[in-house]
């Protein structure tokens, strides 16, 4: 398995750990402010946590709860 192949996989994964985390917050039983909230906070830690893997600057935010 080469390099391109290895980032495609993360890729992949990270697409789906994303899409399974907002599903499971659109299913809480929080009102629509706080889960879009939720959505907003936890999306801003996981940008910058990639981009701080990838070189692209420091993780920013604090990590939601």
């Known amino acids: 398995m080469d390099k ?3 980032a495609t996989l993360g890729i992949g ?4 750990a ?12 929080k009102s629509g ?3 879009r909230q939720l ?3 936890k999306a801003a830690y996981t940008v910058g946590t990639v981009r701080g893997k990838f ?3 420091d993780p920013s935010g604090v990590k939601p709860e």
């Open 18 to 29: 994303l899409t399974g985390a907002i599903i499971a917050l659109l299913y809480a039983p």
């Open 4 to 6: 391109d192949d290895l």
């Open 55 to 57: 070189g692209h600057g």
């Open 13 to 16: 994964f990270g697409i789906g």
């Open 33 to 35: 402010p706080e889960t």
């Open 39 to 41: 959505i907003k906070d």
